[in-house]
């Protein structure tokens, strides 16, 4: 049922992506198959795989990076409320500086490196994780807290059996808008600083005005993510709310 | 061993005194039963014991190791860890035939593997129990693990709970505003007044739990309310 109305919707839109392409234009609005087949050129060449890869590789490690970050500074700002009072400013600095000036100030005070890009995205991401699991961390469970501390369980096994699996929620939400927010940011750092990835590719294919090869590259991607997505992140999301009770 | 808490005064909120002046002291492996108004501070007094309460004038003496077992007045199981994994993060030192033997006395054999969301009221307040027992505490507290249970159901968890300290004695301090609970189950009472809390009177019960017959139960109930009463 489920599997038959996604395959229903996704055939709806490469219908409207067709007919959108013959009035506007082929030129302006390549078809479907036309996109298919420059994408099957460039996984000839090689050229989809690495760039795909190198753009991967990006968005995995600044991903990692700003999860890890934001989730230790979420939970002491949310658990220690001195931290929260002094760190909370820098958090509202950080959350309304535009991405576009990060990165260009990354670029600028550290070169056109790979540890800028990936700086400058993790720096980007680094507040919403932040403020994500704070907010997790403020509705914890102080009954439970109280029992662990009455059964004096080490605080290693609160983190784990206490704490995290309350955090679940919001650790779930922040990586799922992260991943999304990230890999679009990966792409402008690519676009701005980097000679190779996706976001260098639509750069040269717009500046080619090579519409067929952007929407190729965005395509691909997308399919890539929407992957992550079902294999990776729905099944953690499942396993970690197996307690819950579902309707039989 | 003694477990002795000297005069505390426990203020909080605009210094609203909520314990009077009180002293209790339960010797090794007592059942002694904490019994006062609703609202008399008996929460609070528990809590200022376990240590969940730092708040307070006085002091607090435990046993030596000062290993505890605390039932909540609610279950406060973790909902996200089946019934058998609740009871070994608390108690990690707990033998598999210690638990079989726990989870049998309680009737919880066929629920090892259940989540506490799948559970009764009832149930999860035996995990508790279990939870509370599994650790082979030095002092058992227990805050009215039996309020919101219907009559039959709580009086057996009160025989199961009687089987559990035979089988293995340990210093307890039950909290309940019902007095029959506490002649059932205690050593030793102790009537509280009404907020602030004081101790109105200790009264001994020195006949063993399992020969109390009805009269005398009944006559240590009409000494307890004459107390209440003066």
Redesign the interface.
Known sequence: MNLALRFISITLLLAAWFAGSHIVGTRLFPEPQTVALAIVQEARSGALAFNLGVTLARVAVSFTIAMALGSVIGLVMGRVPVFDGLADPWLVVLLNLPALVIIVLAYIWAGLTETAAIAAVALNKLPIATVTVREGARALDR??D??A?????GSL?RLR??VL?QLAPYLAAAARSGLSLVWKIVLIVELLGRPNGVGFEIGVAFQLFDVTRILAYAVAFVAVMLAIETFLVQPLERHASR???RPA | MHIRHKSYRAARGGRLCVLGELSIAVAHGEVAALVGPSGCGKTTLLRII???DHDFEGSVRLPAHG????V?Q?P?L????TVE?NVR????QASDATLSALFATLGLAEHRRH?P??LSLGLARRVALA?AFA?EPELLVLDEPFVSLDAPLAARLRAELVELVSRRPVTTLLVTHSVEEAIGLADRIFLLSASPARVLASVPIDRPRSSRTIDQLTSIRDEIERKINA
Do not use: K, S
Not at chain 2, 78 to 81: I, V
Not at chain 2, 89 to 92: G, H, K, Q, R, S
């Open positions: 009954t439970l109280e029992m501390m009455v059964f004096r369980m096994v059996h206490v699996p307690w819950r009770i | 376990v240590g969940l290993r505890l077992g605390v909540f609610e406060r973790l909902p996200w860890r994994d993060l608390a108690a990690p989540y969301g799948e939870r650790v």
